[in-house]
């Protein structure tokens, strides 16, 4: 292979550590908390703030060590390479990959459907074709480079966060009351041992925990971002904590100030909040915003299924071709193009409510591996690389015991159901 050839399959190196953290942001700010707060609610009631900040120390501990694992191995389709690394099986790195190409694909298509959901709350259009036309139109910019489509992430990003904070602002009455509120906000001790109740607040933060994932997209561009064995592992870790005060604050906010059962009902809960707090700003606006969040995760979900499938096409574990960079636009056309197709194939034959349970319960498998993996490379190598982000070992075997909790637990709850 010629090095014209060779410099062509490489990706552009454009993404600098205040644009991946916007990157980040816009991959978990997205659709999660405009869309899930209302369930989390309904399922959590009062202890909905408790089931995001449990969420949030849930995904935290497996962020820590994709941050590890990402300065270690800052390559494309990142889950197939540390998984392969640690437990030397192609076939089974090969199917992690598959996995999260899958979930990508799952996650952008319920994201779709939620964005025609909204737009309809406008406009009396039918639902199928709009939904295709979104798919469609989010691929091209994911098509068209990784820069033109981070510079979109970032915009709809910061009005993301300018939405979740003129919630917090048109609260702060509220918010203002919890030096007399906080004890309906906190299991009194006769509820201790209520197992009923923790198993409202368990089930509130796994719907919850949706809200939080995003931070493994981020290390799947990784051989587009600058410096990124610093970089990568400093981002995902800001883009936890800043979610997480976010995310909170909205969700007290949220309790302390709407009806329970108001918000419970609402697929648009921000609007709700803002209708109800008043301000003088029309409720609408949120409704805008609700729709420019599903379609930055849409987007997102596309870039990072697409890079997944691209990286694993670069390393044999799927068709060459996907492998391929285009010299004009330097993403990876063939690639985007599978994703987009099936994108659009389950967004018009599936539930939305299926396609989320499912994205759920995929990630937790793929965050127990992840886990398991690292743990596996520091008890087994014989001296630890100098200079990189590194954790102690009782974060990843945490990890895999919590992610596996987790997903047993919800298992369980469907078989009940």
Known sequence: MSENNRKND????SI???LLILYGLGTMIGGGIYALTGKVIGVAGMYAPIAFALSAFLALITAFSYAEMAARFPLSAGEVRYVNAAFSRKN???LIGWLVIFM???SAAALASATAGFIQDFINLPEGPLTAVIVLTLGLVAAWGITQSVALVTIITLIEIGGLLLIVFTGRHDLA???????????QQAELHDFVLWSSILSGAFLAFYAFIGFEDMVNVAEEVKDVQRAMPRAIIICIVLTLIMYVLVALVAVLSVPLADLAQSNTP????MDHNGEGIPPYLMG????LATVNGALV?????ARVLYGMGKGGEAPVLFGRVHHKTQTPLQATSFVIVAALILALLFDLGVLARVTSTIILFVFAVVNAALLKIKWTEDVPPQGLFSIHWSIPLTGFAVCSTMLAFEIGRLFIN
């Open 10 to 13: 490489n990706l552009k190196r």
């Open 16 to 18: 600098s550590l205040p």
């Open 92 to 94: 089974f790195a090969t």
């Open 104 to 106: 990508a694909v799952v």
């Open 177 to 187: 009351t919890l030096d007399t509120r906080w004890t309906e906000l906190i299991p």
């Open 270 to 273: 921000m609007a709700v909040i």
């Open 288 to 291: 805008l915003i609700s729709i």
């Open 301 to 305: 979900q596309i870039i990072m299924g």
